[in-house]
């Protein structure tokens, strides 16, 4: 069996489960590094389908504080209604007293034999035709050195002259994505996909810049088998020292399978020279 990035650990008690705290789980520079947003969101997942035993259908994050390795989060599910076909849940993610992040979800399942979608996946080229890029401060051992990339459109990197790199037109990122460990992809997965929305500030103001997530929100469409998938981030503003975007993401043979959003604090790390 494949070596999963994300690995939750039950408890005696079916409402509380906890994380393990790694390098592979963790962003930021030596030293001061912090659980990647996307991971919150992605433990809150799981531990939401298993206590409920039902798929998510939208699962929203809102990032408190920052969780350090090697500590443990713990995360306390409630299921305030629990319907015949749907589940109204929450997740506190915290380490010790320090509350981390909190998770809001519907979970559930019904019949129906309508299923279309009008939002098209971008004409790109496929993975195998597209530059690998990595994160400027990617290192094998945190979690950008576990996702592979590949980028379709737009730029991602600082490398180069700001004349090379100008401010995007319309603030689109295209990249192609897939996890190194060849698991699955789940709605877990998708949610630490989702949370790369702030690596499209940088490409879309054309500075070397990101931010920290404030939220992540993503709403799960139509799980497929697939080994990449398709992430296509637009930054809708930046203003006021915060910014807003999206992402669509999509399996190979061109399924939507999950649509995702965030505020940001951006964070300029110097422009181009």
Not at 102 to 118: C, F, M, Q
Not at 213 to 232: A, F, G, K, M, Q
Request: charge should be neutral; proline fraction near 7%.
């Amino acid at each position: 069996m494949a070596r999963r990035i994300l690995d939750l650990k039950s408890t005696h008690n079916p409402h509380r489960w906890y994380l393990p705290l790694e390098e592979s789980l963790c962003v930021g520079p030596p030293g001061r590094a912090f659980m990647f947003g996307g991971v919150g969101l992605a433990a809150g997942i799981v531990a939401l389908e298993r206590t409920c035993a039902r798929p998510v259908i939208w699962a929203t994050a809102q990032y408190l504080s920052f969780a350090r390795p090697p500590s443990v989060v713990d995360l306390d599910v409630r299921v305030p209604v629990q319907g015949n076909s749907t589940s109204q849940a929450r997740v506190i993610g915290h380490v010790g007293d320090a509350e981390i992040f909190t998770v809001n979800a519907a979970l559930g399942a019904r019949p129906g034999d309508i299923s279309r979608h009008w939002v098209q996946a971008p004409d790109v080229a496929a993975p195998a035709d597209c530059p690998a890029v990595q994160h400027w401060r990617a290192d094998e051992t945190d979690l950008h050195g576990q996702i592979e990339l590949r980028l379709a459109r737009g730029r991602y990197g600082f490398s180069g002259t700001a004349a090379a790199y100008p401010p995007s037109e319309d603030g689109r990122l295209v990249l192609w994505m897939r996890p190194k460990t060849g698991e699955p992809i789940d709605a877990a997965m998708l949610a630490i996909f989702a949370d790369h929305v702030p690596s499209g500030i940088g490409n879309a103001l054309g500075i070397h810049a990101g931010g920290n997530s404030l939220d992540n929100t993503i709403r799960i469409v139509h799980l497929v088998p697939t080994d990449w998938v398709l992430c296509d981030i637009f930054i809708h503003a930046v203003h006021g020292g915060f910014g807003h975007g999206a992402m669509r993401l999509f399996a190979e043979d061109g399924t939507l399978m999950a649509t995702a959003s965030q505020s940001v604090i951006v964070r300029r790390h110097g422009e181009l020279k």
